[in-house]
């Protein structure tokens, strides 16, 4: 099976499309790939623990890595120790390693 | 062997009458005349690119009228006819009210279900 | 440790309009510092990002003069990026898509980039380990 990126800086809260963004994901995971589902810019809000809309730990669920980029949390003041079941803060850089080992890389 | 490449698009009429195109759609037809093996997967607003009665003519302003209005379902008609193919999410053609009857010939709609299918197929899977 | 990759980027946005740019940014110069070959496609607005006529201005709600409002030009991140790249010994191939270029009126970008067409992207596509597209909204 493949390892696939999901890049999402848009969120429910605002978007109606993240939601379908976050359905791929866990299709893909329910497939057998490895999946990566990696929040940036306004994407990290939901990862607030307590956000209304925290489907972010059914993701988990499901086995995908939910991570959040450490720079688009401080610049919102959302500490590393409020994040959401399930998702942990990680720098950009995990990008570039997840698109050097093949992942298959999408942008929502 | 050419990297097989997936388009998804989901952003729909975004400046396509200043551009007289979408400009992914006209993407895909230039990449495609250079050498590219792409599909192309219609999602959310996009799908109704595939949409028959489409008619964007008649703009001007001024004196100045638009003569080249974008005929987005043209060129998806001439991406089938160019073999590429055109997907389209079935369950946001039934959310949007779009028949059947109403697409062009050769788009041919997808459950979402079947994306992992779908992206398995490709080497790159470009959202846009 | 990861050997040599070509990686390609696709961007759309002008600067200034979204969040996008920078993080597109922040993902190239990430893989300039690691040595890899990088290559952009600047589609659209994305042409804007490194135009030569960008000028820094002073911010007076701040009571700061040019010089301290130190304004970012993106063009000047892009100037860094391939400065670094020269450092790292990485090569930075950024293609501004020619059509989009003429539609807009961005012909002056900053040294060190190219005219280019989608025949660019798929060479681009071809020679790289992987590829990116950052569309725009």
Known sequence: ?108 | MAKRILQIVESAYRGTLEEQDDTVVWLTHAMKGAGAELSLLLQGHAVNYAVRQQDASGLSFGDRRQTQPPRIHEDLARLVDKGVAVHLVREDLEERGIDAEELIPGARPIAFAELPRLCAEHDLVWRW | MTGKRTLTFVLMDPPYENARTTTALRLVDIAVRRGHDVNVFAYEGAVYVPFARQAPHPNAVHGRDVEQEDHPNPKDWVSAILQEAGRRGAKVDWVQCGLCVDERGAAECIPGLRRGSPADLVAFVASSDNALVIPTR
Do not use: K
């Not at chain 1, 990126?5 to 939601?19: F, H, K, W």
């Not at chain 1, 359905?23 to 589902?37: D, H, K, P, Q």
């Not at chain 1, 610049?75 to 720098?91: C, F, H, N, S, W």
């Open chain 1, 1 to 108: 099976m493949a390892q696939y990126l999901l890049i999402e800086s848009r969120d429910p809260l605002s978007d109606a499309d993240a939601a379908r963004f976050q359905e791929l994901a866990a299709r893909l995971a329910r497939a057998g790939n490895e999946v990566t589902f990696f929040l940036v810019q306004n994407g990290v809000f939901p990862a607030r623990r307590g956000a209304r809309r925290e489907q972010l730990a059914r993701l988990a669920g499901h086995g995908i890595q939910v991570l959040a980029d450490d720079f688009s949390l401080r610049e919102r003041g959302i500490a590393e120790d409020r994040l959401a079941p399930g998702v942990e803060a990680a720098p950009l850089s995990v990008v570039i390693d997840l698109m050097e080992s093949g992942s298959r890389a999408l942008w929502h």
